[in-house]
């Protein structure tokens, strides 16, 4: 929606114009033509269509450079102190094009200190010339401006190269050009520098054209001491003297293909690396300190084999010669996928070959698919604009799932879908407060929290449903299209509908009167997902309606858009049940009131929206609603393991909006006691953890446990306290599930083994524990929460001590669960504290331990409230305050706790800016407990009495 950028960049587009899916490559008029209507058409969605909030923009709105000159190429020096003084000794060299008069050369910058004396522009015809003479340099502190203002103006048609001489420094603060450190077994401090330029940090690196479409090579040269390696997007083509008897070294990197600045890297360090010769013109390198290079096994396993499946998948080589992932000490996301290289978090890469859990295992499977898939989308071909950021995240996380599966084929995580993503983030766009997947971005903190579930979680499940009623043939086809038709280039949704539509056209997959656009538009113009209500009459005649799905219905909204979507349908009945035909058989109009389907067999259940493919719920009339509670009953494997998951999280949440009695979903949970599948469970107990947390301060609780135990003691026994990390995937992760769930409902035979076991570890904490990873986070939890000082102390020395990531977060996580307030207290200010020994990257990990610990969640609130500026002055970023606000509110179910975090959120109006999504959101779910409260304890407290339960 917008396209204030229309792509008018360098010469490299690939303009494969006998397609209609084409590259927008056009002339400098209509570039100008459109983009005022596009300005225009811009303004007009963005303030008509409903569900666009309206932002509080100061007066001068336009923070995007001038659309006047364009970058071709990039030559960057750069000599990091790390060893030092941390200041980076930088210059550049950009070869612009002009494509609109102009009497000035702006570009980003940030945190540098540029040596004015140093800049020249000249003409690329007359280089050895004068150059152009700059009037006056100047700076626009918020829009991160630096301004050459020059006495002449420079010619359209024509091309100049701009050069200047600068110092940045490496900062503390895990973007830009960062330092990181670690201690290496011999006790010694190591440090290294890294880069992470996602969304809008390249400018604190180098002085650029930092916005996604002005895409441009890169030639990197990089200097370093010489006991340090260099490496960066591309190979390394050769090294030179820096100078005589120098320690210094310069490595010099081959020409990237056109790219844009947010996906540049480079990383200097003593890293080692293993290498990969799976692929024949990859070359493919891990790098990990020398202490983990032993855990980069699976990575050097996995991301070849997954590389591989993407070449094949979109049909597309890998258009680079090499592809480098490094593990990072400290890292402030997950990881990165920046072109050739890419960064991550140790434990997102590394995997202790001695001992792993099935939750790290399948986190390194998806993130490293997750980054490779990215290769393509986001980095062969780019998002416009930060708008468009849900279909570099969309894309990738739902291409994750086919990557992992390809090199997981056991694993069954295409069934996980449902419960991870789609599921979880049902919970979130059903608030009046969510936002459409699509929205105008302009300002850093906006862009910041566009990286949330509604990009990834649900634009994964938009996708996802595509994929599903266009057909795998249809959808693939479409895809490498798209793909080729831009690469090199940038695209936005629009262009991607195109190409899908043409290919469903062709194929014959996509209804005549109907385009992917028409459809799509629906679903990432709007905020939100529909419930379809299906009433079946005596002759079979199925009557559809849909309306928007709101967990509360408030009266005083001031919301009136009429939301209506493009739906595909898609059903089975008892008498053959079917659930392999996902392509839709009826689509039902985002228009009229209802929709109608006939020859239903009657007396017997039917079940639409196979596998949750559909990003919507259905709801339908009691019998049909007790006929599937039958047969969840009498055999429940006569519907598939995603319908069940689906039918307990439909059910749960149509009760929990009022749509639906709350005995339907009750009794829905009483068949689980039969239940043995991963995924239902997995669906169930997310929503039994809501009543859960509902009832933790009530006196209704005592009944819930024991009826949640009821139901969770046979799954308990069955897949027993003792772990085995031969048993399947789904049966590693179910039993995860009933020894946590049991041991945080205080289980005895649960809590007993757990203390037992940590208590055998302590007693020997040189001999390699018998705790199975995959029990750790609950083992040392309750250990830790039942235990005292002892307890905590022996923990946090392991943390101190261990050498594998994934089980120092382990740990962290556990120190959360101290029942004692002081020991909380302290930990939450190491946890905000430089040198405590918790890295600043896992400082909310810390955080988020106390909240959901229930001893320490009005601890880690008052903590947050009480040092609101101590923490983001730490943190360096508001959105991260927010998020913290999430954690510590989630559970908030009184007018009190809705009071408060009113006041936070006027208290910090001018902190927070535009990012409030995530305030507004705690907001809204406090309220919406409140009311849940009044609407439903009762109610349940009642059920509960009258099935036993006191
Ligand atoms: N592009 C993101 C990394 C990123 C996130 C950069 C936020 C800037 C701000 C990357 O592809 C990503 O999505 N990483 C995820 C992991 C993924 C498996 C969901 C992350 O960092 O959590
Ligand atoms: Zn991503």
Not at 697 to 722: C, H, K, M, Q, S
Not at 923 to 939: G, L, V
Request: overall charge negative; glycine content about 4%.
């Amino acid at each position: 929606m917008d396209k204030k950028d229309d792509d008018a960049g360098t010469s490299y587009s690939s303009a494969r114009s006998s397609s209609h899916c084409m590259s927008r490559r056009s002339t400098i008029f209509i570039v100008v033509f459109l983009f005022v209507v596009l300005v225009c058409a811009g303004f007009l969605v963005h303030f008509c269509w409903p569900g666009a909030k309206e932002p509080s923009y100061p007066e001068d709105h336009d923070i995007r450079l001038p659309r006047s000159i364009f970058p071709v190429s990039y030559e960057l020096w750069l000599q990091p102190f790390i060893n030092g003084n941390f200041t980076i000794l930088g210059a550049v060299n950009i070869v612009i094009n002009v494509t609109i008069p102009t009497d000035n050369v702006t570009l980003h910058i940030s945190d540098i200190i540029t040596k004015n004396e140093t800049v020249t522009i000249h003409s690329l015809h007359d280089l050895d010339g004068p150059g152009i003479r700059i009037k006056k340099q100047s700076y626009d502190h918020e829009k991160n401006f630096y301004v050459a203002l020059l006495e002449e103006a420079l010619e359209p048609g024509r091309s100049y190269k701009f050069h200047m001489e600068y110092e940045g420094y490496l900062n503390d603060q895990l973007n830009g050009f960062y330092r990181s450190s670690y201690t290496r077994s011999d006790g010694s401090l190591v440090l290294l520098a890294a880069s992470q330029f996602e969304p809008v940090d390249a400018r604190r690196a180098f002085p650029c054209f930092d916005e996604p479409a002005m895409k441009a090579t890169f030639d990197i040269h990089i200097a370093r001491e010489s006991n340090m390696t260099a490496i960066s997007n591309m190979p390394k083509i050769n090294t030179t003297a820096f100078g005589e008897n120098s320690q210094w070294m310069w490595d010099h990197f081959g020409t990237t293909l056109p790219m844009s600045t947010y996906l540049v890297a480079f990383v200097v360090s003593d890293f080692q690396h293993v290498e990969s010769n799976y692929n024949d013109h990859i070359k493919f390198r891990v790098w990990a300190r020398q202490d983990a290079i032993n855990q980069t096994w699976y990575a050097s396993k996995t991301g070849p084999q997954a590389l591989s499946f993407f070449e094949n998948y979109f049909n597309i080589s890998f258009p680079l010669p090499k592809q480098d992932m490094i593990a990072l000490p400290d890292f402030s996301a997950g990881a990165m996928e920046n072109w050739g290289l890419i960064t991550y978090r140790e434990t997102a890469l590394l995997l202790n070959p001695v001992g792993y859990s099935a939750s790290s295992h399948s986190r390194v499977a998806n993130v490293i698919a997750h980054e490779l898939a990215h290769q393509w989308f986001g980095d062969l071909v780019t998002m416009e604009w930060w708008s468009d950021l849900w279909l570099n995240e969309g894309f990738a996380t739902y291409m994750a799932y086919l990557g992992t599966n390809s090199v997981e084929p056991d694993w069954n995580v295409l069934d996980t879908f449902v419960v991870t993503d789609l599921q979880n983030v049902f919970a979130l766009d059903c608030l009046e407060s969510s936002h459409p997947i699509s929205v105008a971005v302009e300002f850093p903190n906006d862009i910041n929290q566009l990286f949330d579930d509604i990009s990834y979680s649900k634009g994964a499940s938009i996708i996802r449903m595509m994929n599903h009623f266009l057909t795998e043939e249809t959808f693939k086809a479409g895809l490498t299209k798209y793909l080729n038709v831009h690469q090199f280039g940038n695209a936005a949704q629009d262009d991607l509908w195109q190409c899908l539509t043409e290919q469903g056209r062709a194929d014959g997959t996509l209804p005549e009167h109907l385009s992917v656009k028409t459809i799509m538009d629906t679903w990432t113009l709007q905020m939100g997902y529909p419930v379809i209500s299906v009433h079946l009459s005596r002759d079979g005649q199925a009557t559809l309606t849909q309306k928007r799905f709101l967990m509360v219905n408030t009266s005083v909204s001031t919301d009136t858009h009429d939301y209506k979507w493009w739906i595909p349908i898609t059903f089975t009945t008892q008498d053959s049940p079917d659930f392999s035909v996902t392509k839709a058989s009826h689509w039902m109009p985002a228009l009229g009131s209802s929709y109608v389907i006939d020859g239903l067999p009657t007396n017997q259940w039917h079940l639409f929206n196979l596998e949750q493919t559909g990003y919507y719920r259905v709801n339908y009339g009691v019998e049909n609603w007790n006929l599937l509670i039958n047969q969840l009953q009498d055999n429940s494997s006569v519907l598939s393991l995603v319908s069940r998951a689906q039918l307990a999280d439909d059910s749960f949440d149509l009760a929990r909006a009022g749509e639906l009695d709350y005995d339907i979903p009750l009794q829905i949970s009483s068949y689980l006691e039969a239940e043995k599948e991963f995924v239902p469970w997995s669906a169930a107990l997310s929503n039994l953890a809501y009543l859960e947390n509902m009832f933790t301060r009530t006196r209704g609780y005592v009944a819930l446990r024991n009826y949640l135990l009821g139901i969770l003691i046979p799954l308990y026994n069955d897949v027993g306290f003792e772990d085995n990390p031969d048993d399947t995937h789904s049966l590693q992760n179910k039993r995860v599930l009933a020894v946590a769930w049991t041991c945080a409902l205080e289980y005895s035979d649960c809590v007993v083994k757990s203390v037992s076991s940590y208590a055998n570890w302590m007693a020997n904490p040189t001999k390699i524990s018998d705790i199975s990873d995959n029990l750790k986070p609950t083992i040392y939890c309750t250990a830790i929460a039942r235990g005292g000082e002892d307890e905590w102390n022996f923990a946090w020395s392991q943390y101190r001590l261990s050498n594998v990531a994934s089980e120092k977060a382990t740990l962290l996580g556990a120190l959360g669960c101290s029942r004692e307030i002081w020991i909380l207290a302290r930990f939450l200010e190491m946890a905000f504290t430089e040198g405590s020994g918790i890295r600043k990257q896992d400082a909310t990990r810390a955080f988020s331990a106390v909240a959901a610990n229930d001893v320490g969640r009005d601890l880690a609130w008052d903590f947050l409230r009480n040092n609101v500026m101590w923490i983001s002055n730490y943190l360096q970023t508001f959105t991260a305050v927010s998020a913290l606000v999430t954690d510590a509110a989630s559970e908030f179910n009184t007018p009190l706790n809705y009071q408060e975090l009113l006041k936070f959120k006027s208290d910090f109006s001018e902190e927070l800016g535009s990012a409030t999504y995530a305030i507004d959101q705690s907001i809204e779910n406090t309220s919406n407990n409140i009311a849940w409260m009044d609407n439903y304890y009762d109610y349940i407290v009642n059920w509960l009495h009258d099935h036993g339960y006191e």
